[in-house]
């Protein structure tokens, strides 16, 4: 069965750090495009930090540039994102999802495999 399996995530207070992580199952990462997205509420899912198969070049919006940081281990299918610095408007339900191929899109619809979510909170 295809699927990613996420855990991380919590309440932080701002400044702090979370480290995301998503696990993949039924296929392997160095061939896909591996997307982290973030909803707030009343928002648009949103691309907050991409890692393309293959050649591995990570793509990050300004908003989180410098303080997260997006890592993977090909060998076993594992993917992190470690969020350091965080602020009040980095709350929001973060998922990962994954596209066949080596390409980073923003939208949400290029991506056919989905994590289950996994809430962030930072709030004093």
């Known amino acids: 069965q295809v699927q990613l399996v996420q855990s991380g995530g919590g309440l932080v207070q701002p400044g702090g750090s979370l480290r995301l992580s998503c696990v993949t199952f039924?296929?392997?990462?160095?061939?896909?495009?591996i997307n982290w997205f973030r909803q707030a509420p009343g928002k648009q899912r949103e691309a907050v930090s991409c890692?393309?198969?293959?050649?591995?070049?990570?793509y990050f919006p300004d908003s989180v540039k410098g303080r997260f940081i997006f890592s993977k281990d090909n060998a076993n299918n594992t993917a992190w994102l470690q969020m350091n610095d965080l602020r009040p408007e980095d709350t929001g339900v973060y998922y990962c999802?994954?596209?066949?191929?080596?390409?980073?899109?923003?939208?949400?619809?290029?991506?056919?495999?989905w994590g289950q979510g996994t809430q962030v909170t930072v709030s004093s």
């Open positions: 999802a994954a596209t066949s191929g080596y390409v980073c899109y923003d939208l949400p619809r290029m991506y056919d495999i």
């Open positions: 039924g296929f392997t990462l160095d061939r896909y495009a």
């Open positions: 890692i393309s198969g293959y050649h591995g070049t990570i």
